[in-house]
């Protein structure tokens, strides 16, 4: 499938500007095994890099504009590159206007080019498709002008450039898309960003995704609010508990011991966070011993405390795992990623696999009338250059 994607967008390129490309770039989605919204909380996450990607091509064009195009989008932008950069209406173009303003901002200096590029990540999936685009870019300026930036400066870059247009996210999407390894999950230290790789070896369970196909309007305020409360959590903590610095230090005793300090929400959501930052080393542990049933368990306890006390679900993503947990061969299943539609996350006995999807996609078309998509996941590498010899 990626093949497709390189020649097509290679094509593209040369027949747009009658040049070879300098340089192409593979950037990938991400899937999320557990520690939601934990990663701008000082917990870990336990993500990685999957095979679908975005596929840009770069030459450099001798002049101070750039010019974009996005081949899916029949669009297409320039920008001046002596100018201030600023947000526009059309909303695809300011994830690449935040990574230029980032370069500009931390001093790089480079010229004018030109880039297409063309994705197979399914957009509003919460598969992090604009980390994927923010982090490749990023990695194909650097590349083509020599800038020396290291993977985890193009993952912090590339995160503010995610601020900048709006969305004030954790460093988890483009930490992983850049780091991601084949076959390997990564346990990511929000607080300190160590990371480790571990095998994501699932034996007799398949990682699948079943796609919603929604994606609720609220997304972008509501994360933006679930931080300010986890913020509030934490300093009414912090006033009672003064050795407590972070969630980290954080026991559950010490949320339980302060509920009539909080507003109903703030509590719900720091116990939440203290929750699971503990379920993630669990996990991690339990990934590592080859006990997948015990992971799998705690993929719906994470569900249900995102479902009832972060309240980052929706109906389509609580029937979605509530069906799959009625089946004997679906041991793990919770909502990925931001929430408010995208994607459940599940695992399922090999050789089930067909029963299951057809079975939950039939019942979700008969709850919702919506189709309902479904991916098998690869885990795959991080950005990287192709070369195309
Ligand atoms: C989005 C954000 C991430 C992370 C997740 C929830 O994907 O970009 O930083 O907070 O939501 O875990």
């Known amino acids: 499938m990626n093949d497709i994607l390189i020649k097509k967008t290679t094509a593209f390129f040369e027949e747009t500007f009658s040049s070879s490309p300098e340089k192409m770039v593979l950037s990938p989605g991400r899937i999320n095994i557990i520690g939601e919204h934990i990663d701008y909380n000082d917990g870990y996450v336990l993500p990685a890099a999957i095979d679908k990607i ?6 450099k064009n001798n002049s101070k504009q750039s010019k974009i195009i996005a081949i899916d989008l029949d ?3 320039e920008i001046d590159l002596t100018k201030t950069v600023e947000l526009d209406e059309k909303v695809w173009t300011n ?9 500009k901002i931390s001093g790089f200096s480079f010229e004018g080019f030109n880039c297409v590029f063309s994705s197979n990540i399914p957009v509003g999936s919460g598969l992090s498709s604009s980390a994927a685009l923010e982090c490749g870019f990023l990695y194909g300026i650097n590349s083509l002008f020599n800038l020396n930036i290291k993977p985890i400066d193009i993952a912090l870059m590339s995160q503010k450039a995610e601020h900048w247009v709006g969305i004030n996210c954790g460093i988890m999407d483009q930490f992983s898309s850049v ?5 390997k999950v ?4 929000c607080k300190t960003l160590d990371f480790e790789y571990h095998d994501a070896n699932f034996n007799d369970y398949s990682l699948i995704l079943f796609d919603s196909n929604v994606k609720h309007s609220l997304f972008t305020s509501a994360y933006n609010t679930r931080r300010e409360e986890c913020d509030e959590g934490l ?5 009672h508990f003064p050795e407590i610095n972070s969630f980290r230090d954080c026991s559950e005793k010490h949320v339980l011991s302060l509920e ?3 507003s109903s929400e703030v509590f719900k959501r720091s116990h939440f966070v203290v929750k699971e930052i503990g379920r993630v080393t669990k996990a991690c542990e339990a990934l590592d011993k080859g006990e997948i049933e015990v992971l799998g368990q705690l993929m719906f306890e994470t569900h249900h405390g995102l479902s009832s006390e972060y309240e980052v679900s929706c109906a389509e993503l609580d029937f979605l795992v509530d069906t799959a947990k009625k089946e004997n061969s679906v041991i793990g299943s919770r909502l990925m990623g931001g929430g408010f539609g995208g994607c459940t996350i599940n695992l399922i006995q090999k050789g089930q696999e067909d029963i299951i999807k057809a079975k939950v996609s039939k019942l979700y078309f008969e709850t919702f009338n919506i189709e309902l998509k479904i991916y098998d996941v690869k885990i795959g590498n991080g950005t990287s250059l192709y070369n195309r010899n």
């Not at 975005?54 to 030459?59: D, P």
């Not at 994830?95 to 370069?103: C, E, H, K, M, T």
């Not at 780091?179 to 076959?183: A, Q, V």
């Not at 300093?235 to 006033?239: F, L, R």
């Open 75 to 77: 669009d297409e932008f």
């Open 95 to 103: 994830y690449f206007r935040g990574v230029i303003n980032q370069l």
């Open 235 to 239: 300093s009414i903590i912090k006033k």
């Open 179 to 183: 780091m991601g390894l084949e076959n």
């Open 54 to 59: 975005i596929c840009f091509a770069f030459e």
């Open 186 to 189: 990564i346990k990511i230290d």
């Open 260 to 262: 009539d300090k909080m």
